[in-house]
């Protein structure tokens, strides 16, 4: 590998646009994160400060996405679940989107003793793009796009 190389991994996802379309294919992940041990992950690309992020289509089209037109990244569920091992108590919620678009799932906030709220958790973070864990899925959502959140209703 030369030293000009960064070593990467593919990803598949779907991208939904604030238009509505939708795009699939693979992007390219770190093959390390740059704050912790272990491969990076959406999440990181997501939230790194570049502009726009490589999306190889299904086809094999490449595409350079302005992240800021990106309104949720889905994904596979990780494989590996550290919320229990670091004591980590989710919130289940519901996005509203700019688009009219619900997302329901949950969010693990790394809250403080004195700020527990989804609000709270919202207005903090300094990230872009937060992780919300569906059922069968994980959803990448712009915080840019969310129109209002709420504590998901209990069926």
């Given amino acids: 590998m030369s030293d000009y190389r960064i070593a990467k991994v593919r990803h598949r996802v ?14 390219f992940i770190p093959g390390s994160a740059p704050f912790r041990t272990g491969p990076g992950e959406p999440l990181d690309l997501l939230n790194d400060t570049d502009a726009f992020l490589a999306l190889c289509l299904v086809s094999g089209e490449v595409l350079l996405v302005q992240k800021r037109h990106i309104s949720v990244v889905s994904t596979a569920l990780p494989a590996n679940d550290d919320a229990v091992e670091r004591g980590i108590v989710g919130m289940h919620v519901e996005f509203t989107l700019s688009d009219g678009t619900v997302r329901t799932g949950s969010v693990f ?35 840019e796009h969310i129109a209002y959140a709420r504590p998901a209703p209990v069926n």
């Fill in 109 to 143: 906030p790394e809250v403080r003793h004195n700020h527990p709220r989804l609000v709270d958790f919202l207005n903090a973070t300094p990230l872009r793009f937060v992780a919300l864990f569906a059922s069968d899925r994980l959803e990448l959502v712009s915080r």
């Fill in 14 to 27: 779907e991208l939904t646009l604030t238009n509505g379309d939708t795009l699939e294919g693979d992007i």
